[in-house]
């Protein structure tokens, strides 16, 4: 079991250093934060501040700080800290406990190094604190009359299915100049926000009604003094028990809360906010499904429902009706049947005396989506007439089509999808489509229009019939995508002298932001539900590679919260759900909820974030007490971990542990043989999150006891496993049967796993390393990286980079080879398995911290550690961004002459750097100092700025 650790102190050794003088002063700090976002509109009262120390000279350190904040509208000065004595630059603490809510304002820092020199101040940044549950001034949740849709009018009393409405108000906005306009908005399910005619923003919140979402928008550009201001709202509702989409309250699930804020340059405030002096009406464009009566049952969907897991619905728009101008001043109702809305009431809303979910809280949400638009990479006519647009990769997108010569009333069925049939058209069968309707239906309007859908989903190809674009001369212009993901502000780079590898590295990268949406999504075609295993896998991804951290604080939250809802008493206390937020209820997989302590001491690592760690460890722990209610005393032994499915009714492919998923790519583990008995893999993930409990409870200063009670449960398992499951050679065996006879079977996750988590005795990793490598790959995406992680820590780095690149066998190479562009849910989909199925790229971790040879060594990166590999791969390159900034290394290696590294380490870093003993020879700004010889390796310690590694040095 091995983690983080400590910074290492070294001494100069006389090796070749060349140390040069620090002659210069330190730059003024860069990458100003708050709660590691920049210009944040939704930050906590007692937000967390960050930068990054800028120094031209090498091995600095920031030895003290000074921080200004500011009103951001008055000017005022509201805290300064004076020069305090620190050499933290990440996850400070505001000097006001308490910052007022729903306010602007603006800081700055500056540094001393270790010479006692002073930075500049770094140019001001921006933040918003958050509005509470208390900030609303009044705002009150409104909707649309509840009235049966084939009025054209409201909505059922249960809402429509999918049901779009339009709202809107005017408002006359005094002559002061405004310095400062924010928007706040909150909507079950969907929104987008306009202001005189333009979009501003769109949002969303697929959270339970207690556990909502609002989002804040700086529109300081869109509200001009001495104007009539027109706000319109496009919200989208639709009702489906299904994969990350709660309904809502029962009596009104639908509903939407706006307050918007303008400062002017007088003092003044202008506040709007959602009340009965709006106006709404439905959606005239889209086209309303149509439902059926089930006696005794809700009102479920007909062939409007895009499949039976995302939720969602296929749209049906009607360019004609669109009611012109309903979101521009002077706006005169025609086009839409505008009416006074039903006032659900004023937020927060009191909780029901039926404890029925209520809109009673609402969190400000931090993380936003990135929407650029791409156009297609190609456009093939068919011998129909058809015209077919590429758009090079699988996205989660909206196509966006221009006609020049629209026809009213033309029914025009856009078709999107993964793949193509061999005669050039999409793929229609239930694999390519992931069993789920693709497509969108337009119904035109005469003349020139432009057409996108409301909803994202996944594809690549978009086709149009040959009716719609006869006589059109289209361009790529004319067929786009605008392609959504995370805010992904800081690339990993990666490149080597392989060139498969590369492509992996992009492949695996752009599948998790596929994959990363409004959550971690499974898929975002089927199943766009935030399933736990797929969100710890992603996370990781995008935390590494794409330098993201709100989502993934979010997603632990979120996944956190679902034990409080459901998992709370009895039995089933300490488990969390397998998808949430989710409308089908409590649902569990037994070793999903035993990832979940071993993901939050990653985020830890990453971050050195203890916040967030401090809000769920009491969660933590009773999933520890979970796991220990179901080991044997009489083995030491995990033995039938209960679960697998909703509370009291468990799903055969899930019970006791999912093992690996799909059922496929499980490789002949012995999934019979152990049921009621004991799961190797179920033990190793119980290891690793007793372990993790430990580190976090030692991490967060918990008492010497419970981190010994946390040691003890890992370490007795620990003692079991390796006496109880495994073979005479070392090799683990997948489990035990009811009786306790040992499973025939070895299969390569029960191995994997041990080496992956470090508690393999040492005198047998060879024996089990040789076994898990002879099986080649046989394990699905959803666990490859365990695999990966395994036998590099057994030494095995060919092996690593060998299953990275086999176009020939399972794995990730073979999906480029067949013409893949994002990572599938298994090696080879069939039914309706995905071909968007971000898990599998959990991986590039590996290809960062194994063939490029970089790892976060102590939490929030106040150590890395840099050891480029002895394999077949000649030479790699990359830029790995960690919390304290990023981290350079480029290593090339010949034959004969030994490694050459050059690595460069951001101000505040130290860095272990460990190359081979053919390789021993250290210079350049960090001051190498040797640490330790040993094992064919060398050992320095060296600090910030660029120092190079090599025989030749």
């Given at each position: 079991?091995?983690?983080?650790?400590?910074?290492?102190?070294?001494?100069?050794?006389?090796?070749?250093?060349?140390?040069?003088?620090?002659?210069?002063?330190?730059?003024?700090?860069a990458?100003l934060?708050?709660?590691?976002l920049?210009?944040?509109?939704?930050?906590?009262?007692?937000?967390?501040?960050?930068?990054?120390?800028?120094?031209?000279?090498?091995?600095?350190?920031?030895?003290?700080?000074?921080?200004?904040?500011?009103?951001?509208v008055?000017?005022?000065?509201?805290?300064?800290?004076?020069?305090?004595?620190?050499?933290?630059?990440?996850?400070?603490?505001c000097?006001?406990p308490?910052?007022?809510?729903?306010?602007?304002?603006?800081?700055?820092?500056?540094?001393?190094d270790?010479?006692g020199?002073?930075s500049?101040?770094?140019p001001?940044?921006?933040?918003?604190?958050?509005?509470?549950?208390r900030?609303?001034?009044g705002?009150?949740?409104?909707?649309?009359?509840?009235?049966?849709?084939?009025?054209?009018?409201?909505?059922t009393?249960?809402?429509?299915?999918d049901?779009?409405?339009?709202?809107r108000?005017?408002?006359?906005?005094?002559?002061?100049p405004?310095?400062?306009?924010?928007?706040?908005?909150?909507?079950?399910?969907?929104?987008?926000?306009?202001?005189?005619?333009?979009?501003?923003?769109?949002?969303?919140?697929f959270?339970?009604?207690?556990?909502g979402?609002?989002?804040?928008?700086?529109v300081?550009?869109?509200?001009?003094?001495?104007?009539?201001?027109?706000?319109?709202?496009?919200?989208?509702?639709?009702?489906?028990?299904?994969q990350?989409?709660?309904?809502?309250?029962?009596?009104?699930?639908?509903g939407?809360?706006l307050?918007?804020?303008?400062?002017?340059?007088?003092?003044?405030?202008?506040?709007?906010?959602?009340?009965?002096?709006?106006?709404?009406a439905?959606?005239?464009q889209?086209?309303?499904?149509?439902v059926d009566?089930?006696?005794?049952?809700?009102?479920?969907?007909?062939?409007?429902?895009?499949?039976?897991?995302?939720?969602?619905?296929?749209?049906?728009?009607?360019?004609r009706?669109?009611?012109?101008?309903?979101?521009?001043?002077?706006?005169?109702?025609r086009?839409?049947?505008?009416?006074?809305?039903?006032?659900?009431?004023?937020h927060?809303?009191?909780?029901?005396?039926?404890?029925?979910?209520?809109?009673?809280?609402?969190?400000?949400?931090?993380?936003?989506?990135?929407?650029?638009?791409r156009?297609?990479?190609?456009?093939?006519?068919?011998?129909?007439?058809?015209?077919?647009?590429?758009?090079?990769?699988?996205?989660?997108?909206?196509?966006v089509?221009?006609?020049?010569?629209?026809?009213?009333g033309?029914?025009?069925r856009?078709?999107?999808?993964?793949?193509?049939?061999?005669?050039?058209?999409?793929?229609?069968?239930?694999?390519?489509?992931?069993?789920?309707?693709?497509?969108?239906?337009?119904?035109?309007?005469?003349?020139?229009?432009e057409?996108?859908?409301?909803?994202?989903?996944?594809?690549?190809?978009?086709?149009?019939?040959?009716?719609?674009?006869?006589?059109?001369?289209?361009?790529?212009?004319?067929?786009?995508?605008?392609?959504?993901?995370?805010?992904?502000?800081?690339?990993?780079?990666?490149?080597?002298?392989?060139p498969?590898?590369?492509?992996?590295f992009?492949?695996?990268?752009?599948?998790?932001?596929?994959?990363a949406q409004?959550?971690?999504?499974?898929?975002?075609?089927?199943?766009?539900?935030?399933?736990?295993a797929?969100a710890?896998?992603?996370?990781?991804?995008?935390?590494a590679?794409c330098?993201?951290?709100?989502?993934?604080r979010?997603?632990?939250?979120?996944?956190?919260?679902?034990?409080?809802?459901?998992?709370?008493?009895?039995e089933?206390?300490?488990?969390?759900?397998?998808?949430y937020?989710?409308?089908d209820?409590?649902?569990?997989?037994?070793?999903?909820?035993?990832?979940?302590?071993?993901?939050?001491?990653?985020?830890?690592?990453?971050?050195?974030?203890?916040?967030?760690?401090?809000?769920?460890?009491?969660?933590?722990?009773?999933?520890?007490?979970?796991?220990?209610r179901?080991?044997?005393?009489a083995?030491?032994?995990?033995?039938?971990?209960?679960?697998?499915?909703s509370?009291?009714?468990?799903n055969?492919?899930?019970?006791?542990?999912?093992?690996?998923?799909?059922?496929?790519?499980?490789?002949?583990?012995?999934?019979?043989?152990t049921?009621?008995?004991?799961?190797?893999?179920?033990?190793?993930?119980?290891?690793?999150?007793?372990?993790?409990?430990?580190?976090?409870?030692?991490?967060?200063?918990?008492?010497?006891?419970?981190v010994?009670?946390?040691?003890?449960?890992?370490?007795?398992?620990?003692?079991?496993?390796?006496?109880?499951?495994?073979?005479?050679?070392?090799?683990?065996v997948?489990?035990?049967?009811?009786d306790?006879?040992?499973?025939?079977?070895?299969?390569?996750?029960?191995?994997?796993?041990?080496?992956?988590?470090?508690?393999?005795?040492?005198?047998?990793?060879?024996?089990?390393?040789?076994?898990?490598?002879?099986?080649?790959?046989?394990?699905?995406?959803?666990?490859?990286?365990?695999?990966?992680?395994g036998?590099?820590?057994?030494?095995r780095?060919?092996a690593v980079?060998h299953l990275?690149?086999?176009?020939?066998?399972?794995?990730?190479?073979n999906?480029?080879?067949?013409?893949?562009?994002?990572?599938?849910?298994?090696w080879n989909?069939?039914?309706?398995?995905?071909?968007?199925?971000?898990?599998?790229a959990?991986?590039?971790?590996?290809?960062?911290?194994?063939?490029?040879?970089?790892?976060?060594?102590a939490?929030?990166?106040?150590?890395?550690?840099?050891?480029?590999?002895?394999?077949?791969l000649?030479?790699?390159?990359?830029?790995?961004?960690?919390?304290?900034?990023?981290?350079?290394?480029?290593?090339?290696?010949?034959?004969?002459?030994?490694?050459?590294?050059?690595?460069?380490?951001?101000v505040?870093?130290?860095?272990?750097?460990?190359?081979?003993?053919?390789?021993?020879?250290?210079?350049?700004?960090?001051?190498?100092?040797l640490?330790?010889?040993?094992?064919?390796?060398v050992?320095?310690?060296?600090?910030?700025?660029?120092?190079?590694?090599?025989?030749?040095?």
């Amino acid at each position: 079991m091995t983690g983080p650790t400590e910074p290492p102190t070294g001494s100069l050794e006389d090796e070749p250093v060349e140390h040069l003088v620090q002659d210069t002063d330190p730059r003024a700090p860069a990458h100003l934060t708050v709660d590691d976002l920049v210009r944040p509109l939704s930050a906590g009262p007692s937000p967390r501040f960050g930068w990054l120390p800028q120094h031209p000279g090498g091995d600095q350190v920031q030895t003290a700080y000074q921080l200004r904040l500011l009103d951001a509208v008055t000017g005022r000065l509201v805290a300064d800290t004076g020069r305090v004595d620190s050499p933290e630059f990440q996850q400070v603490r505001c000097p006001v406990p308490d910052l007022p809510t729903g306010e602007a304002f603006t800081w700055t820092v500056r540094t001393w190094d270790r010479d006692g020199a002073v930075s500049p101040y770094a140019p001001e940044e921006g933040f918003d604190t958050a509005l509470t549950d208390r900030d609303w001034s009044g705002a009150q949740w409104v909707r649309r009359v509840p009235a049966p849709p084939a009025t054209g009018s409201g909505t059922t009393s249960l809402d429509a299915y999918d049901d779009y409405t339009l709202a809107r108000l005017e408002v006359d906005v005094p002559a002061s100049p405004v310095v400062r306009a924010r928007v706040h908005v909150a909507a079950s399910k969907q929104y987008e926000l306009h202001l005189d005619g333009a979009v501003v923003a769109r949002g969303h919140a697929f959270g339970y009604p207690s556990e909502g979402y609002s989002q804040t928008t700086d529109v300081t550009a869109h509200v001009r003094a001495g104007t009539r201001l027109a706000i319109g709202v496009v919200h989208h509702y639709w009702v489906g028990t299904c994969q990350g989409n709660p309904p809502g309250p029962d009596g009104h699930p639908s509903g939407f809360l706006l307050k918007l804020v303008a400062d002017h340059a007088d003092g003044s405030r202008t506040t709007v906010v959602s009340d009965g002096t709006w106006r709404v009406a439905r959606a005239p464009q889209w086209c309303a499904p149509e439902v059926d009566d089930v006696p005794g049952s809700p009102r479920r969907y007909t062939e409007r429902y895009r499949n039976d897991d995302a939720g969602d619905y296929w749209e049906e728009y009607d360019a004609r009706a669109e009611p012109d101008g309903w979101d521009r001043p002077g706006c005169d109702g025609r086009g839409a049947n505008w009416e006074e809305p039903v006032v659900v009431g004023e937020h927060p809303l009191p909780p029901r005396a039926d404890g029925a979910p209520e809109f009673t809280r609402l969190h400000a949400q931090e993380t936003r989506l990135e929407r650029t638009e791409r156009e297609a990479v190609s456009l093939t006519r068919l011998p129909d007439g058809s015209l077919v647009a590429d758009l090079g990769q699988v996205v989660s997108a909206v196509p966006v089509l221009r006609f020049r010569r629209g026809v009213a009333g033309r029914r025009v069925r856009v078709l999107t999808g993964y793949t193509l049939d061999p005669d050039g058209r999409v793929a229609t069968d239930r694999t390519s489509t992931q069993g789920s309707r693709t497509w969108f239906d337009l119904v035109q309007r005469d003349g020139e229009q432009e057409v996108r859908p409301f909803t994202y989903w996944g594809f690549r190809y978009v086709q149009l019939p040959a009716e719609a674009v006869a006589g059109e001369e289209p361009t790529s212009a004319d067929v786009r995508a605008v392609v959504q993901h995370t805010e992904a502000p800081h690339p990993a780079g990666f490149s080597s002298s392989e060139p498969v590898l590369d492509e992996v590295f992009e492949l695996m990268r752009h599948s998790a932001l596929v994959c990363a949406q409004e959550q971690f999504l499974d898929t975002p075609t089927r199943e766009k539900g935030q399933f736990t295993a797929d969100a710890i896998n992603i996370s990781a991804a995008t935390t590494a590679a794409c330098g993201e951290r709100a989502l993934t604080r979010q997603a632990i939250r979120e996944i956190v919260a679902s034990q409080a809802r459901y998992w709370y008493e009895g039995e089933f206390r300490g488990r969390v759900n397998a998808v949430y937020p989710n409308g089908d209820g409590p649902r569990d997989i037994p070793d999903f909820t035993e990832m979940v302590p071993g993901w939050v001491w990653q985020h830890h690592v990453e971050t050195g974030d203890l916040e967030l760690p401090e809000q769920v460890y009491p969660a933590l722990v009773e999933i520890g007490e979970y796991v220990q209610r179901a080991t044997d005393p009489a083995t030491g032994l995990v033995t039938a971990l209960p679960g697998g499915g909703s509370r009291g009714r468990e799903n055969a492919v899930y019970r006791q542990g999912i093992v690996d998923w799909p059922a496929a790519v499980r490789y002949g583990y012995d999934w019979d043989g152990t049921l009621d008995g004991v799961r190797t893999p179920v033990n190793a993930w119980a290891v690793d999150a007793h372990a993790s409990l430990a580190r976090l409870a030692r991490a967060l200063g918990r008492p010497a006891q419970e981190v010994a009670r946390h040691e003890g449960r890992a370490s007795a398992l620990v003692r079991a496993v390796n006496a109880r499951l495994r073979r005479p050679d070392g090799v683990y065996v997948d489990g035990l049967a009811p009786d306790g006879t040992p499973s025939a079977h070895a299969g390569q996750i029960s191995s994997s796993l041990p080496l992956a988590f470090g508690f393999v005795p040492v005198a047998d990793v060879a024996a089990v390393a040789d076994h898990v490598q002879s099986l080649g790959m046989n394990q699905g995406p959803m666990t490859a990286h365990r695999l990966l992680q395994g036998l590099a820590a057994a030494g095995r780095t060919d092996a690593v980079l060998h299953l990275l690149t086999d176009p020939d066998a399972d794995g990730w190479a073979n999906v480029l080879a067949r013409g893949g562009t994002c990572c599938w849910e298994q090696w080879n989909p069939v039914d309706d398995q995905s071909y968007s199925h971000g898990w599998g790229a959990q991986a590039v971790v590996d290809v960062l911290e194994v063939l490029l040879g970089v790892r976060v060594a102590a939490p929030g990166a106040a150590l890395v550690e840099v050891r480029p590999p002895v394999c077949s791969l000649r030479s790699a390159a990359g830029t790995r961004w960690t919390q304290r900034g990023p981290v350079e290394v480029r290593w090339s290696r010949e034959e004969g002459t030994g490694t050459e590294l050059e690595v460069r380490v951001p101000v505040g870093v130290q860095a272990r750097v460990s190359v081979p003993a053919d390789s021993r020879g250290a210079r350049g700004e960090g001051r190498p100092r040797l640490l330790e010889e040993g094992a064919g390796r060398v050992t320095y310690l060296v600090g910030s700025g660029s120092s190079t590694f090599g025989r030749g040095v």
